[in-house]
């Protein structure tokens, strides 16, 4: 690397490092406290920054051998950032600036906008598809284009799909300037919730709060059967809590537990299954579900925590089932766990693990007793890290055989540390804001014409009046357009579409928007595309289609459980305590049935295609939040598992009597 792209590469750092402090300030409070009102502009501040840095860490066209790095930047050695990415990169800056210093004379032009607003607004779109195209792909950059031209071409379009005429300049004067356009809800939302919580994830990465927590897995479980396997499901689990971002939970405790599982007798295909759908249920898992759920908790105006609240039972869930099916594949695999000897031992870990629990206590007394905003929570989260940070750094927790620093070499370390984390914060978000951008022209568009109020009624003509059938539609459309476009995206073009068809057929809303959002996340461990088990297949070496379709079943629960709760809500913990606890309960049993199921392993032994039906088909009956029908479930388990047992004690008995018959001959 030469001098110059050393400069490059440190003043790209800073620029992202400053931007990320800049959301951190905002989200404090202090400017408000200083009356400095930045409320009805910050969203397209933000955009603006972001956007020229993302022309300066991600090349119009990528080397081939260049692989994107975790913050979606590629190799500082590898990225050919030239001049004109520089030009398009200060050129980002001059829209978001004019709409902030005429903010409150643009709230009244934007169905009449000037000349000179119509070219800026121009140029801020162009650079959005650009910048959408060279960040997250094409597919989202023609999608963006398809709803951008929808209003223009709308009188011209049969039935449902027609609208009346809408000019190109009052077009590009809401998506630029009005309250329903680019720099609203969706990037007000990226600029404040979205962008504190990934600054918390990366100081928590940086602090090594993630290996802590897989030290704490492998000292409870490593030792067991698949041990290995069980730490990843539970270190996983707890480090999704945190980060809420799949793929860098992958990468981060994927490195640890994927070559352990290998070593402890799992093929590489298996193993990086696990990872990606342990992983995958940390956009699930509250207190920090990602990004879809901070969308969702501001499309439905409501609450963060009633969200997270809401999904709580339908994550345990997931995590049950994945954990009951790596345990069935280990005991049929006949694996032990890793010697005792070569695994953190728990009184040595404690010490190291128990800071980075303050965090998550913290969260949820904010959430639950204080009823503070997300953004406000993840503030303050973001500020007890950074002193875990400090503290476990200086007192060196983490590896107590190295000397702890001078109180100076303590102060760089740490510095330098919050810096790096601040860095790939402002890169991470980058390389996400133009989704930001397009789902504004989706809502733009959608309520300009009045789609979805007419989209809806079609939905349900369509579906015959048939929720179920709706129901599949909608998982379709989630997987299909999970095949080409980023998630965000998805859920925003079916929560502005199809969840007001699903609520005009009864269904709650929350209930209707969490269905999309895991029928969203579930396409990150479905093939063809499905960015998790990518990620654990580049460390595992695995087959991605054999990952991805083991995935699938170790991942059942977000495929079955949304129908459930969409029915019944109690699993969303909705309705009375005693029906809530019963189905709850109830459920639970059913996802461990269906998983032996999945396995065809009972307990000790091998059962055949009947016992796994019968103990199945129990299963998904006790899922269904319905007390009837899971007691029917309950006496087929019941059943299926009489079946098992006679199984496998008759296989028992003639390999005991062919023993014998080998010992009499043997004997004569």
């Not at 903010?103 to 009244?108: A, K, S, V």
């Not at 007000?188 to 979205?194: C, D, K, M, Q």
């Not at 499309?299 to 963060?304: D, R």
């Not at 001078?406 to 510095?415: C, H, K, M, P, T």
Request: net charge positive; with cysteine; glycine share 10%.
């Amino acid at each position: 690397m030469s001098a110059w792209q050393r400069k490059a590469e440190r003043f790209v750092s800073t620029y992202a490092a400053l931007i990320m402090a800049y959301h951190l300030v905002y989200a404090s409070g202090i400017l408000t406290w200083l009356n400095i009102d930045l409320g009805g502009v910050h969203g397209a501040i933000s955009m603006g920054l972001l956007m020229s840095l993302l022309y300066l860490t991600i090349p119009a066209k990528r080397p081939p051998k260049a692989e994107a790095k975790s913050d979606g930047s590629t190799p500082a050695s590898e990225s050919r950032i030239g001049v004109l990415d520089l030009a398009l990169a200060i050129l980002c800056l001059l829209p978001p600036l004019y709409y902030t210093l005429n903010f409150e004379r643009t709230l009244y032009s934007s169905l009449t906008p000037n000349t000179m607003e119509i070219a800026l607004g121009l140029i801020f779109l162009f650079l959005l598809f650009e910048g959408a195209r060279r960040a997250v792909g094409l597919p989202i950059t023609l999608v963006g284009l398809v709803f951008f031209a929808y209003p223009l071409l709308a009188p011209h379009l049969p039935g449902v799909l027609f609208a009346s005429q809408v000019s190109g300049s009052r077009l590009v004067g809401e998506l630029y300037l009005g309250t329903q356009g680019i720099f609203a809800s969706v990037a007000n939302t990226f600029a404040t919730v979205i962008a504190v919580f990934i600054i918390f994830g990366q100081i928590f990465d940086v602090s090594k709060g993630g290996n802590a927590f897989l030290d704490l897995a492998l000292s409870f479980l490593g030792s067991k059967r698949g041990g290995p396997a069980k730490a990843a499901v539970i270190g996983s689990a707890a480090f999704g809590t945190m980060s809420g971002v799949a793929v860098a939970n992958v990468v981060t405790t994927g490195t640890i537990t994927i070559p352990l599982m290998k070593r402890t007798g799992f093929d590489k295909d298996y193993a990086g299954a696990v990872e990606a759908v342990a992983s995958t249920g940390g956009a699930l898992m509250p207190p920090v579900m990602g990004v879809l759920a901070f969308i969702m908790a501001d499309f439905l105006q409501v609450p963060y925590w009633t969200i997270a609240t809401s999904a709580i039972v339908p994550a345990v869930l997931y995590y049950i089932a994945v954990y009951v099916q790596v345990d069935l594949q280990a005991a049929k695999l006949g694996l032990v766990g890793l010697p005792r000897e070569s695994l953190p031992r728990f009184k040595d870990v404690i010490p190291q693990a128990w800071p980075y629990f303050l965090p998550l206590l913290l969260m949820l007394y904010m959430f639950m007793v204080l009823g503070w905003s997300a953004t406000r929570v993840g503030f303050w989260a973001v500020a007890l890290m950074f002193s875990i940070y400090a503290v476990t750094n200086t007192l060196r927790t983490h590896d107590r055989n190295v000397p702890r620093p001078g109180a100076s070499q303590a102060i760089a370390e740490v510095g330098l540390g919050t810096a790096t984390a601040f860095s790939r914060a402002g890169k991470m978000l980058a390389s996400i804001i133009p989704a930001a951008g397009v789902a504004g022209i989706i809502m733009g568009a959608v309520n300009i014409t009045a789609l979805g109020l007419r989209l809806s009624g079609s939905l349900v003509t369509i579906a015959g009046n048939s929720l179920f059938l709706l129901l599949i539609l909608a998982a379709f459309a989630c997987y299909l357009m999970g095949t080409a476009i980023d998630l965000v995206v998805i859920y925003l073009v079916l929560a502005v579409l199809v969840a007001p068809a699903l609520v005009k057929m009864g269904v709650l809303p929350i209930a209707a928007h969490l269905f999309i959002l895991y029928y969203t996340v579930a396409g990150l461990i479905t093939p063809p595309v499905c960015m998790s088990v990518f990620a654990a297949c580049a460390i595992s070496g695995g087959n991605v289609f054999r990952t991805g379709f083991q995935a699938m079943k170790l991942g059942f629960v977000a495929l079955v459980v949304p129908f459930m709760f969409v029915y019944h809500p109690t699993l969303l913990l909705r309705g009375a305590p005693t029906a809530v606890a019963f189905d709850v309960a109830s459920a639970m049993v059913g996802v461990v049935g269906v998983a032996t199921a999945l396995e065809g392993y009972f307990f000790t032994g091998f059962i055949g295609p009947l016992a796994r039906l019968v103990i199945g088909v129990g299963g998904f009956l006790c899922i269904y939040p319905s007390a009837m029908v899971s007691i029917l479930g309950l006496a087929i388990m019941a059943g299926g598992a009489l079946l098992s047992v006679a199984e496998i004690r008759r296989r028992a008995l003639a390999r005991t009597g062919a023993v014998r018959s080998d010992r009499r001959g043997v004997g004569d």
